[in-house]
């Protein structure tokens, strides 16, 4: 059965870059079809789609977003992350990694890692 | 982009009550249109995919219908366990997008 896990820093500064990293067990991220993204969740609110990719190269960014995220794969540690650059306090959110096969919706989530953007 | 408008905002019923659940689209989404259950503090939890197909393992009390720009997820006899948010997401086009969400709380 696969499973993710998100980590990373809990807490960020402002302006700084946001790291995260998700590790997958149960299953391969070359698995061809299969797309490889991100979910944040401010606190009390509500889910923002940030993006995902695919071993192939295919890659969708949510525009909003789209000028400072950064979504790779490592396929020789089996992991995939998340890069956000000149973060605000905006920026604190729970932040899930998921696994969708196009044309399903998102079927697999992590546990979410909470960040938090503050100096 | 897509937006979705999921209303209401927030359902009381009480356990044995049938809840409805509705999501409309600015553009057809075909059925290209998931549901999501989210309880406190865990990742949201599939619940309907393609509109009207459960996903594995969840209950038949809870049913998806619709196509196009209207949907509706129903739940037709609530257990304690339901009373959860509860969002719909289209995975139709980039972005993908989510509604803001249904409250469904205790009466």
């Known amino acids: 059965q696969l499973q993710l896990q998100e980590s990373g820093p809990g807490l960020v500064k402002p302006s700084e870059t946001l790291s995260l990293t998700c590790s997958v067990s149960g299953g391969s991220i070359s698995s061809t079809g299969y797309y490889w993204g991100w979910v944040r969740q401010p606190p009390g609110k509500g889910l923002e789609w940030m993006g995902s990719?695919?071993?192939?190269?295919?890659?969708y960014y949510n525009p909003p977003l789209k000028s400072r995220v950064t979504m790779s794969l490592d396929t020789s540690k089996n992991q995939f992350s998340l890069k956000l650059t000149s973060v605000t306090a905006a920026d604190t959110a729970v932040y899930y990694c998921?696994?969708?096969?196009?044309?399903?919706?998102?079927?697999?989530w992590g546990q979410g890692s909470l960040v938090t953007v503050s100096s | 982009e897509i937006v979705l408008t999921q209303s209401p905002g927030t359902l009381s019923l009480s356990p044995g009550e049938r809840a409805t659940l509705s999501c409309r689209a600015n553009q057809s989404v075909s059925s290209y249109l998931a549901w999501f259950q989210q309880k406190p503090g865990q990742a949201p939890r599939l619940l309907v995919h393609g509109a009207s197909s459960r996903a594995a393992g969840i209950p038949d009390r809870f049913s998806g219908s619709g196509s196009g720009t209207d949907f509706t997820l129903s739940i037709s006899r609530l257990e304690p366990e339901d009373f959860a948010v509860y969002y719909c997401?289209?995975?139709?086009?980039?972005?993908?997008?989510f509604g803001q969400g249904t409250k469904l709380e205790i009466k």
């Open positions: 990719l695919s071993y192939s190269g295919s890659t």
């Open positions: 997401q289209q995975y139709g086009s980039s972005p993908y997008t």
């Open positions: 998921t696994r969708h096969r196009p044309p399903a919706p998102l079927t697999v």
